[in-house]
């Protein structure tokens, strides 16, 4: 069974890089099935995506988003990551991985299985 | 703002049939993409629902059904039971977008 488990500093201050790094264990990272995925989830409101990696390294992110967001993958140790520049205290949020499948097209997939989610503040 | 629109909160008693709309437009639901649910109880991360407009994954009890019409999409719920207590989201794909976007979300209460 395949699972996700996201990692990294749960504080960030103002203007600094938030990175984070998802873990999956039960399957394989490198396979042309699917995309591994960011999500987040600011207290209290709904969901956000913010961006999704392919094994061979393609990226798609949300518009909203682009210009400060860097994801990565490193197959070797089953793991991608994600960095985010220049946070403000909108940024505070639940994070969470999850692996993203086609389905009639890649625009039809849907975000199966997801992590537990990481909570980031940033403040000072 | 996300562009799928959901009521914010519906309850019924157990036992009761319920649903939930996801309203879009033409760049997403409307223009032929399709739509899945998610179930997020308090605290957890949210789980896939319902997949492809109406299927189940494995395990998902047969009393959560889907479908999808013109530029709508809803989830129903028949039999509601105390654990169904939720939130629930719709996801789609916006063209005009260019994202991946879910819905603004509805909190199940079971009375």
């Known amino acids: 069974q395949l699972q996700l488990q996201e990692s990294g500093p749960g504080l960030v201050k103002p203007s600094e890089t938030l990175s984070l790094t998802c873990t999956v264990s039960g399957g394989s990272i490198s396979t042309s099935s699917y995309y591994w995925a960011w999500i987040r989830q600011p207290p209290g409101k709904g969901l956000e995506w913010i961006g999704s990696i392919y094994y061979s390294g393609s990226t798609y992110y949300n518009p909203s988003l682009k210009s400060r967001v860097t994801t990565s993958l490193d197959t070797s140790k089953s793991q991608f990551s994600l960095k985010l520049n220049f946070v403000t205290a909108a940024d505070t949020a639940v994070y969470y991985c999850?692996?993203?499948?086609?389905?009639?097209?890649?625009?039809?997939?849907?975000?199966?299985?997801w992590g537990q989610g990481t909570l980031v503040i940033v403040s000072s | 703002q996300s562009v799928l629109t959901q009521p914010p909160s519906v309850s019924g008693a157990p036992g009761q049939r319920v649903t939930i709309s996801c309203t879009g437009s033409?760049?997403?639901?409307?223009?032929?993409?399709?739509v899945h649910w998610y179930q997020q109880l308090p605290g957890t991360a949210p789980r896939l629902l319902i997949y492809?407009?109406?299927n189940r994954p494995s395990g998902v009890p047969d009393r959560f059904s889907g479908s999808k019409s013109g530029t709508s999409a809803s989830l129903a719920f028949t039999g509601l039971q105390a654990e169904d207590e939720a939130d629930y989201y719709c996801?789609?794909?916006?063209?005009?977008?260019?994202?991946?976007?879910f819905g603004t979300g509805t909190k199940v209460t079971v009375l």
């Open positions: 999850a692996r993203y499948g086609a389905g009639r097209s890649w625009y039809d997939g849907w975000f199966d299985p």
């Open positions: 033409s760049s997403n639901i409307g223009a032929g993409y399709d």
């Open positions: 996801q789609s794909y916006d063209s005009s977008l260019n994202a991946y976007v």
């Open positions: 492809a407009n109406n």
